[in-house]
């Protein structure tokens, strides 16, 4: 089984930023691709970033491009999202997910088979 723990999130004004992990256990991330995936209050889970165990390819939510970075430290086990310029659409909880499949730019659809609790992330005025 693969745990996984998500943290770094809270309460940041818009335009701030900040760094979120996923701290994985249990067995090796180095096979398991990882995605990064949000949900507001009465909004659907909408996947923000994937990152893949083979060569490290990305893809990111249209709405996050160019603001978030997603990025993995095997050697650590964590996976990191890096949010710059936040906005306050960006506030929900925030989970990561882990899959042996890679589903690329469909990643949002995926069934990723491990989850994280979540971390929240408000950014308001």
């Known amino acids: 089984q693969l745990q996984l723990v998500e943290s770094g999130g809270g309460l940041v004004q818009p335009g701030e930023s900040l760094r979120l992990s996923c701290i994985t256990s249990?067995?090796?991330?180095?096979?398991?691709?990882v995605g990064w995936f949000r949900q507001a209050p009465g909004k659907e889970r909408e996947g923000v970033s994937c990152?893949?165990?083979?060569?490290?390819?990305?893809h990111y939510a249209d709405s996050v491009k160019g603001r978030f970075t997603i990025s993995r430290d095997n050697a650590k086990n964590t996976v990191y999202l890096q949010m710059n310029n936040l906005k306050p659409e960006d506030t929900a909880v925030y989970y990561c997910?882990?899959?042996?499949?890679?589903?690329?730019?469909?990643?949002?659809?995926?069934?990723?088979?491990?989850w994280g609790q979540g971390t929240q992330v408000t950014v308001s005025s």
């Open positions: 990152i893949s165990s083979f060569n490290g390819a990305t």
């Open positions: 249990g067995l090796s991330l180095d096979s398991y691709n």
């Open positions: 997910a882990a899959d042996l499949v890679w589903y690329g730019h469909r990643f949002d659809r995926g069934p990723f088979d491990y």
